[in-house]
């Protein structure tokens, strides 16, 4: 039975991008039945925002209170009891999907294909490996469901202007109760999200204090850009950790990536390969970032960057 | 309480791997091995717990051939009381790798069994959740701050909205984020006397692992090169670049 489930990530309100673009990924499976599942206490506004992603034929909604928090102890038996529906499980490569899909493939009984960036067939993808610096095709061998996490760097959302039937869907497993939700510290920044922007301005160690990085967020600011940040200025405490950008943190592919005063450390380069043009500006030209910068420009970024922020 | 802690060799993080011109996989003859940095802090964090009075006893483990000999032996120089090697010529995909920890499990009954949160060489990140999965037990990814208290475990995680803080009933699972701890350097004596610390070796087949289907790796290629850059002289000419290109 060729038919792609795909678990939805939400906070309640919005529908994750990372979940049209999981579709936008099931899409190349040449597969026309796309079922995504939500998992919530209320799910109105999120389940009519998924039914309108195109392609998706089915939205199926599983009410309850144990879901007020996506745990991963609590959903993936729910996720495995309807896996027998389909020959395909994928979600959005983020921790929610990091943390959820492995324990469903287990209890499913099946490897999974972490970080798809290329659908070849039903059956064969393409993903990284070794930070991004090896490419391997994989086939996923028959007799069980393809599980899959698709790489949101690597795909466009899907368009809207789906009309997807709505339906509900009963729990069938029971929480555990050995895993409770505490609290969540965001950083609460009010710029647009990291994972998600068209324009991302990124400082590194260089920046030199918590406080010098204000000229970053000034700039990102002026810009409309999200902030990120390189291993370095995380591990400094001049950001919050959620803005890391790299093989560890976020991997993100804007239309425009700026790299201030960070020297390209494979780990942080395979973060962002996939942005469409990325700029370099840095004091040291030996620097491996101007290695894939499509525009270099070497210099005290103290200067630059406010001479910048006045010419954008 | 005792925390079994797993290891795997990898190619270090510092090496660039180079794919094979034949595509059949990344070039690792005579590259620089060392324990997965995630593991490291898996067991650093562990070595932590018993330095507090939390843990009797610190176990690495790890599933590979001789070689991986020299990684649990660098283990016990940190301070873990006695490794596991599961002898196999083959690599293990993360669920026969869960399988295999699984049988360790039951015969180790650990409180908690610290992993990386991925291994740099797969970049999979699977194994952990895989066998919390296969243990029925809670599983604390991605973890940056482990607390430990009346058989619970508060766990700080970093999730992609900012850090979230989950309890856990022990035994459980926890895979470590970077920002977890720093791990300590191995010092000399410490390595002599590692050398008289247990290592023990049990045959993977002996332990009646069922193995599933694993992926097969089709071909190997280089990520795509990016097209050459070009240095511009001043933020004018950056700025006139990016407008041409409509990204301003």
Known sequence: ?312 | MKILVTIKRVVDYNVRVRVKPDGSGVETDGVKMSINPFDEIALEEALRIKERGEAEEVVVVSIGGTEVQQQLRTGLAMGADRAIQVETDQAVQPLTAARTLLKLVEKEAPDIVFLGKQAIDDDCSQTGQMLAALWDRPQATFASRVELADGKATVTREVDAGLEVNEVDLPAVMTSDLRLNEPRFVKLPDIMKAKRKPLDTVPLADLGVDSPPDLVARTYEPPPRRGGGKMVGSVAELVGELKNKGLL
Request: charged share 20%; aromatic share 6%; net charge negative.
């Open chain 1, 1 to 312: 039975m060729a038919k792609v489930l795909i678990i939805g990530e939400h906070d309640g309100q919005t529908l994750n991008p990372a979940t049209a673009k999981t579709v936008q990924g099931a899409s190349g499976l040449g597969i026309d039945d796309i079922d995504i599942v939500l998992f919530g206490t209320a799910l109105d506004d999120v389940a009519a925002q998924a039914a309108a992603v195109n392609g998706v034929s089915r939205v199926l909604t599983c009410v309850h209170d144990d879901f007020a928090h996506p745990l991963a102890s609590r959903i993936a038996p729910e996720v495995a009891a309807i896996a027998g529906d389909y020959s395909h499980i994928l979600t959005g490569s983020t921790t929610f999907g990091k943390d959820l899909l492995p324990r469903a493939a287990a209890l499913i009984g099946v490897n999974q294909v972490s970080d798809i960036m290329e659908v070849i067939d039903a059956r064969t993808f393409k993903r990284p490996i070794y930070a991004g610096n090896a490419i391997v095709t994989v086939e996923v061998p028959e007799g069980g469901p393809v599980v899959g996490t698709i790489r949101s760097a690597s795909f466009a959302a899907a368009g809207e202007g789906g009309n997807a039937e709505i339906s509900g869907l009963e729990p069938q497993a029971e929480d555990p109760g050995h895993t409770r939700f505490v609290r969540v510290e965001g950083s609460g920044g009010d710029g647009p999200d990291l994972a998600s922007a068209d324009v991302v301005v990124s400082g590194g160690r260089a920046l030199g204090s918590a406080d010098n990085f204000a000229i970053i967020f000034s700039l990102a600011q002026k810009m409309g850009a999200a902030v990120g940040a390189s291993r370095a200025a995380v591990d400094a405490g001049y950001v919050p950790n959620e803005l890391q950008v790299g093989q560890t943190g976020k991997i993100i592919a804007p239309d425009l990536y700026f790299a201030i005063g960070i020297s390209g450390a494979i780990q942080h380069l395979t973060g962002i390969k996939d942005a469409g043009t990325i700029v370099a500006i840095n004091k040291d030209a030996d620097a491996p970032i101007f290695e894939i910068a499509d525009f270099g420009l070497v210099g005290d970024l103290f200067e630059l960057v406010p001479e910048l922020e006045k010419a954008v």
